[in-house]
C-alpha cells in the first residue's frame, strides 16, 4: 500500500509539473522599460500591419524580420499562441500579435529594430 501511495505521488508531481510549460519569451529591462526577448535576450518585435492571429509580412519581410518560431510539438496556453509566418512555420504570438526578432539585432540587448518605418515595435 504505502509503495503505491509513493507511485500514486510520484505520478501526480510528475503530471502537475509537466502540465506548466516555460513561456517561450521573458521580460527584460531595457533603456526603454520593460520589453520581452527570446530565452536567449534577443528583442522581440510586434508589426503594426499584422492582424490578430495573422503575420502579413511576406517571405522578403521575413529576411530581415526572422518569425520567432515555436519548437516542434509546441502547444500554445494561455495569452500565448501559433500562427503561420509566411514560409508556413509556426510562430509565437502573443495576445494574437505575432512575434518577431530582428536581423540586425546581433547580441542580447540590441533593439536596432525599434521604430523602424513607424510600423515595428518592441513588444511589450
Same mark, same amino acid.
Given at each position: 500500500m504505502k509503495t503505491l501511495l509513493?507511485?500514486?505521488g510520484l505520478l501526480a508531481a510528475t503530471t502537475t509539473f509537466s502540465a506548466y510549460a516555460a513561456q517561450p519569451a521573458k521580460m527584460v529591462d531595457t533603456k526603454a522599460g520593460r520589453a520581452m526577448a527570446t530565452q536567449k535576450g534577443m528583442a522581440l518585435y510586434t508589426? &503594426? *500591419?499584422?492582424?490578430?492571429?495573422?503575420?502579413?509580412c511576406d517571405k522578403?519581410?521575413?529576411k530581415k524580420w526572422p518569425p520567432f518560431l515555436a519548437e516542434a510539438k509546441t502547444k500554445a496556453e494561455g495569452e500565448w499562441s501559433?500562427?503561420?509566418a509566411a514560409d508556413g512555420k509556426e510562430m509565437w504570438a502573443y495576445e494574437g500579435k505575432p512575434l518577431?526578432?530582428?536581423?540586425? &539585432? *546581433?547580441?542580447a540587448g540590441d533593439m536596432n529594430g525599434e521604430g523602424i518605418g513607424g510600423v515595428w515595435h518592441i513588444a511589450k
Open positions: 509513493v507511485a500514486i508589426f &503594426d *500591419k499584422d492582424t490578430k492571429g495573422k503575420s502579413n522578403d519581410c521575413l501559433l500562427v503561420k518577431y526578432t530582428y536581423a540586425e &539585432d *546581433k547580441k
